[in-house]
């Protein structure tokens, strides 16, 4: 695993947009895996800065988000479709037709997981994923529990993942309580994973995906087993990482 501690949010995005126009240089028709939250949002600016400044293309890229709210609708203000369009895709050259999210509006949620784990698959599995991390060691919205889900998958948000979330909405009772998934082998099949974290209050989740044991109670720790990964942190989300080196 690589590991790059930078010394704030700004230089972890500069870092982590790095490693994503790298991808997008050196294979302009790669799948891309993209997240939602605070934390790449730096990561889409400086990757809109490039791109308005003429050194990079998304033209040829496809993508492939991890996760939706389960019931918000793509023009709502807290969907992921509609974070996608604001923070990214509005801004570049990728063909909205090549960006794929799932449908929060579903009427058949298990039919939906099966057509976007299908449309995952048929275009082979992102090159490269971004993932950011939930504070209780999500990833995409796998939330801890007894086994690893495999595939998209509806899922029930947990207390402290609406409670997180809930700064995005009106009031905690906006937060949707179910979203739709991609699930922990959909991610691992990607070639390339890139975590970005920051701030303090991720530390603990950070230290226990990556130095603690494998289980399904921290959905991150998985990815002790992928075979090239990369984590872009700042120094108060990686510090107890590398006190371990101290
Ligand atoms: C949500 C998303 C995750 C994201 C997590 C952390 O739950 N589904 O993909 O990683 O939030 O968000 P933030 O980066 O805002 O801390």
């Not at 972890?12 to 490693?19: E, G, N």
């Not at 302009?28 to 889409?44: I, R």
Request: aromatic residues 8%; hydrophobic residues 40%.
């Amino acid at each position: 695993m690589r590991i790059y501690q930078e010394k704030d949010y700004n230089a972890m995005s500069r870092r982590a947009a790095a490693v994503i126009a790298a991808q997008v240089v050196s294979k302009p028709d790669c799948v891309l895996g993209l997240a939602t939250g605070s934390s790449p949002v730096g990561t889409y600016k400086q990757l809109i800065q490039w791109h308005e400044q003429g050194d990079l293309s998304f033209a040829e890229v496809c993508s492939v988000n991890l996760d939706e709210y389960y019931g918000l609708a793509p023009d709502h203000d807290q969907s992921y479709r509609y974070f996608m369009q604001t923070n990214l895709f509005d801004h570049v050259d990728i063909v909205p037709e090549n960006t794929n999210v799932p449908s929060g509006l579903a009427k058949d949620p298990a039919e939906e997981c099966a057509r976007y784990e299908q449309v995952v698959r048929e275009l082979g599995y992102a090159d490269l994923q971004l993932l950011g991390m939930g504070r209780n060691g999500h990833i995409g919205f796998n939330e801890p529990c007894d086994c690893f889900p495999l595939a998209t998958h509806l899922v029930d948000l947990t207390e402290s993942t609406i409670e997180a979330n809930a700064r995005f909405f009106a009031s905690a009772n906006d937060v949707p309580r179910q979203a739709l998934t991609m699930g922990i082998g959909t991610i691992m099949k990607a070639r390339k994973i890139l975590v970005v974290v920051s701030g303090e209050d991720k530390a603990e989740a950070v230290w226990k995906a990556f130095r603690g044991p494998i289980v399904p109670e921290v959905p991150a720790s998985i990815l002790q087993l992928h075979p090239d990964v990369t984590l872009v942190g700042d120094v108060s989300a990686l510090s107890r990482l590398t006190e371990d080196h101290e």
